[in-house]
């Protein structure tokens, strides 16, 4: 067949009724004496089930598999099947090729070869007990590599956990083990963030298992989709080590009180030379018209979520990682080359399983080009906000661009950065957009993700330094970038929304300007510890934010009231903003007045009738914790203050 008549059979109504299998049981299941294999692959003309006693030895033993069901092949090898590697033969218009398991739960070094799995046996101590933590008013969620976290020796991690999941389980690590400076874990839960948020943890190919620690890649190259890396474990070679290392961050985590979320990327794999081209060629693949691979993601293919195995295979892949691992939420790469029908369908599988809205899903609303779905499919891009549900959420450009200048455009500053024109930008993200975009309809918070940096692009410091002090050095401490800084957060802290930063964005994280560090070393991107502890105040000003945010009503109100509860934004003059937000439900502060100032000049707050206390300036986000009488305030230039109106 041609690549043209491959995508007219697999979007015919023939195909689908033929062949779309919706049994749960693809892959190796492991039930005490038994291993049931399925495998779906309705164009092999053979399957051939090859078993191995490692991930290494070429020793076979070859058993034929019986078609079945739906285009599926099937084998029940009678034995506990626990720690059986394994991979398929396909037969196929005369030629024969193996390849893994597209449904593999664990796999040998380096992922070509399955591997059988009892997952009982992969649970640490105590997962029985394992739950997410409770929840807070607020999500605040912190993005960080599992490398990145701890890979810098100052971190106080032990050699051999350090850059492995291992090292998100150690409760008292401290900065060169001085026993004062809190790092990793530790320096989390002092922080207040609710969850973290894992770049890459499935299995993703561009780093050797095997090889030494200087390789590096942020790992948005997916080779196994329901196996977790395993160059992030103390064991490669041994399938279940992985399985019970990351098990045992996610349990650790949730005993600290903290989320832990996955960054998915179901958009597209590491090459097309996949397992799952191997089962069933192109047809995990996007394509267009003539039968050529799209390329919306610009890496070189598109996965076809809207043909029904290949949305059947994402979906099961997140209940999966949802059920097994306890993952809170899910952060998915390139949403906008996912159709909207089935982001929805997962949303309510999730919300029928656990409640509503309680496992967070959120995605960067936007593509890299064109990816055409078929008839009846809506990409889940920013435009289409109105069709998800609103508890999917939305990285909002809008507001990171604002705040600190256009993401791709390296000179071009924002808000707070010298910026000029930017103030009713200030005042549409204090209001959540709601109303004032029509290629961004939301109808209420809920679905904003309110930020100013992520992994991609530069860090905070490093487009602040460009902007501000392109004569400076990136390492140097620079009074007004820290100030900046303190000020784009106190924005977003102060806007509607979940709220999410980059690990060290509270610390002044720089990667020399690097703004695509994905296969950069890892001491430029790991976190710097000893610079955590230089810009001390910086994440001291964050901490009082967080704490903050999580005691105001009126800030952590994600309906669409919120439209009402922002009042009298005005534009006080250029570079200078005011609003308030009804805050009644508060015990002391019935309202807040918060004002934005980007300017070179000290402002007079415009305050209503009322007795006033200063909460947050541009010196301390803790004030609030001894207020102090706001007659005569000024917001100094380059900071923001919030004003609370004690109830009569
Ligand atoms: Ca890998």
């Known amino acids: 067949m041609t690549k043209k008549e491959y995508k007219e059979y697999y979007e015919s109504k023939a195909f689908k009724e033929q062949y779309v299998y919706d049994g749960t049981d693809l892959g190796a299941v492991c039930d005490g004496d038994c291993t049931y294999f399925r495998l779906w692959s309705p164009l092999a003309e053979a399957v051939t089930l090859n078993l191995y006693k490692d991930g290494e030895t070429e020793e076979v033993t070859a058993v034929s598999m019986e078609k079945a069901e739906k285009g599926t092949w099937t084998y029940t090898l009678e034995q506990d099947g626990h720690a059986v590697y394994y991979d398929y033969t396909i037969e196929m218009d005369g030629k024969s090729w193996k390849t893994a398991d597209p449904y593999a739960k664990a796999c040998a070094c380096n992922g070509n070869r399955s591997m059988a799995v009892d997952l009982k046996r992969t649970n640490p101590d105590g997962w029985e007990l394992d739950c997410a933590p409770a929840e807070k008013p607020e999500q605040v969620v912190y993005e960080i590599h599992v490398k990145d976290f701890s890979n810098d020796p100052a971190s106080g991690v032990p050699d051999a956990y350090r850059g492995k999941y291992k090292a998100f389980t150690l409760e008292g690590t401290t900065l060169n083990g001085d026993g004062i400076h809190p790092t990793c874990l530790d320096y989390l839960k002092q922080l207040g963030v609710t969850h973290v948020q894992l770049l890459p943890v499935y299995d993703y190919g561009s780093v050797d298992e095997a090889g030494d620690d200087s390789q590096f890649n942020w790992g948005y190259d997916p080779q196994n989709y329901n196996v977790p890396e395993g160059s992030y474990s103390t064991d490669p070679f041994h399938g279940e080590v992985r399985i019970r290392e990351l098990k045992e961050l996610i349990m650790t985590m949730h005993q600290h009180g903290i989320g832990v979320i996955m960054d998915v990327v179901y958009n597209h794999t590491y090459s097309m030379d996949s397992c799952l081209t191997k089962t069933v060629p192109y047809y995990f693949y996007r394509q267009f ?36 691992y306890h993952m ?133 410091w490093d487009k602040l330094k460009i902007t501000m002090k392109p004569e400076a050095s990136f390492l140097s401490r620079e009074e007004d970038i820290v100030k900046a800084n303190k000020m784009a957060a106190a924005i977003c802290f102060t806007c509607p929304g979940r709220l999410f930063f980059q690990a060290g964005e509270e610390s002044a994280r720089t990667k020399l300007g690097d703004e695509n560090s994905y296969i950069s070393s890892p001491e430029i991107n790991q976190i710097d510890w000893e610079r955590v502890y230089e810009y001390q105040d910086i994440a001291e000003y964050y901490r009082g934010l967080i704490a903050f945010r999580q005691q105001m009503p009126g800030l952590t109100d994600k309906t669409a009231k919120v439209s009402e509860r922002v009042l009298d934004e005005t534009v006080i003059s250029d570079h200078v903003v005011q609003f308030s937000v009804d805050n009644h439900e508060h015990t002391r502060w019935e309202l807040l007045t918060v004002c934005y100032n980007a300017s070179k000049k000290a402002v007079v707050p415009k305050l209503s009738d009322g007795t006033w206390e200063c909460l947050i300036d541009g010196d301390s986000s803790f004030r609030w914790q001894k207020p102090q009488a706001a007659e005569n305030a000024e917001i100094k230039p380059g900071t923001v203050s919030v004003f609370g109106r004690i109830k009569k």
């Not at 050529?292 to 059947?312: I, L, P």
């Open 328 to 460: 809170d939420g899910f952060r998915f790469d390139l949403m906008g080359l996912l159709d909207v029908e089935l982001m929805n369908r997962i949303r309510k599988a999730l919300d029928e399983k656990y409640g509503k809205g309680k496992i967070l899903m959120y995605g960067e609303p936007w593509r890299a080009a064109e990816s055409p779905l078929r008839e009846g499919y809506h990409p889940a891009l920013k435009e289409n906000a109105n069709l998800l549900d609103e508890n999917i959420g939305m990285f909002c450009d809008n507001t990171r661009d604002a705040v600190k200048g256009h993401v791709f455009e390296e000179k071009e500053p924002g808000f707070v950065n010298g910026g000029t024109g930017f103030e009713k930008k200030m005042l549409q993200a204090a209001k959540g957009w709601m109303g004032v975009d029509k290629y961004f309809p939301v109808q209420s918070p809920k679905p904003l993700i309110t930020y100013v940096s992520a992994h991609d692009n530069l860090t905070l």
């Open 289 to 324: 018209a003539d039968g050529s691979t799209t390329n919306g993601s610009a890496c070189g293919n598109d996965m076809a979520s809207d043909r029904e195995m290949c949305a059947k295979y994402i979906f099961d892949s997140v209940l999966y990682w949802t059920e097994e």
